[in-house]
C-alpha cells in the first residue's frame, strides 16, 4: 500500500510513522509513506500558503493553488487511483470498520490542514472523504494523519507478528472491548492473576474472556453494545 501525506510538515509524519509497527511494515515492504509539502508549489518569494479569511475573522486559511498542485503531484506519482481523504473535526468520525476499508485500499492521499481551514473549493473538488479522529480540535490534521497511517499499516498482511492479535482486538469482529491481559508473575504485590487463566481449560477461560469483554463494555462503553454481537444469552446475562 501507498499513502502520500500532503502536509506543511511532511516529516512530521514521516517520523511518526518511521518506529514500531509502522516503520517494520515499511521495512517489510508493505507500506510506503511519501510527503508532500504544498510550500515546495507555491509562488513567489515568500512561497506562501494561507490568506486572510473573506468575511473576516482570526486565523488563515489555506489557499488552493499550493495545495493543489501538491495533491496533482501527489496523485501522480503513481498509476493507481487515489482515496484524497482530509482530516478535520467536521469529518465524519473514524472507526475500526473504516480503518478496514482504508487498509483494503493499494492508495490513500492524506491532507492535512493547518491554520482556521483550507478554502472550502478545494475541499469540494478534490477531497474523496472527510474524517476525524474524535471531537476535539488538533492544532493541525498531521498528528490524526499519523494515527490513520498506524491503524490502516498494522491490518496490512505480514505487519503483525502474530496474526491473531488484530482479529481479537478492541472493536474488531463482535464489537466489543478487549478482555484485560496477564503475564508473569502470578502472585505479584499489586495483585495475583485471575485463577481461571491458569486452569489450562480453553473453554472456560474463552467464557471467562467473553465475559469480562461484555461487562467491560457495558461499564465503559455502553453505547457500543446495541451494535454488538451478541447471542440472546449474552443479552440476557447483561441483563441480569
Ligand atoms: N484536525 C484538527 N482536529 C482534528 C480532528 N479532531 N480530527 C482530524 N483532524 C483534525
Given at each position: 500500500m501507498r499513502i502520500d501525506v500532503v502536509s506543511l510538515f511532511p516529516e512530521f509524519v514521516a517520523q511518526v510513522a518511521s518506529h514500531g509497527v509502522v516503520g517494520r511494515a515499511q521495512e517489510r515492504g508493505l507500506l510506503s509513506i511519501h510527503g508532500w509539502n504544498p510550500r515546495d508549489h507555491a509562488e513567489g518569494n515568500y512561497r506562501r500558503v494561507d490568506d486572510r479569511p473573506f468575511g473576516g475573522g482570526p486565523g488563515m486559511v489555506m489557499m488552493i493553488d499550493p495545495l493543489r498542485s501538491a495533491l496533482q503531484a501527489a496523485r501522480g506519482a503513481d498509476p493507481a487511483p487515489a482515496k484524497v481523504v482530509y482530516l478535520s473535526p467536521q469529518g465524519v468520525p473514524l472507526t475500526q470498520a473504516r480503518v478496514r476499508e482504508l487498509a483494503g485500499r493499494e492508495r490513500l492521499v492524506l491532507l492535512c490542514g493547518r491554520y482556521e481551514g483550507v478554502d472550502e473549493r478545494l475541499l469540494a473538488a478534490e477531497v474523496d472523504e472527510e474524517i476525524s479522529i474524535g471531537d476535539y480540535v488538533l492544532s493541525g490534521g498531521e498528528l490524526a494523519a499519523a494515527v490513520v497511517i498506524d491503524a490502516v499499516a498494522r491490518l496490512q498482511d505480514g505487519a503483525l507478528n502474530d496474526a491473531e492479535s488484530a482479529v481479537q482486538d478492541?472493536?474488531?469482529?463482535?464489537?466489543l472491548l478487549d478482555c484485560p491481559h496477564y503475564t508473569r508473575p502470578v502472585e505479584h504485590a499489586l495483585g495475583a492473576v485471575p485463577e481461571v487463566l491458569l486452569s489450562g481449560n480453553h473453554a472456560e477461560i474463552a467464557r471467562w474472556r467473553r465475559r469480562q469483554s461484555l461487562s467491560r463494555t457495558r461499564q465503559r462503553r455502553p453505547d457500543l453494545l446495541d451494535r454488538a454481537a451478541l447471542t440472546e444469552a449474552e443479552r440476557r446475562w447483561l441483563d441480569g
Open positions: 478492541s472493536f474488531e469482529g463482535d464489537g
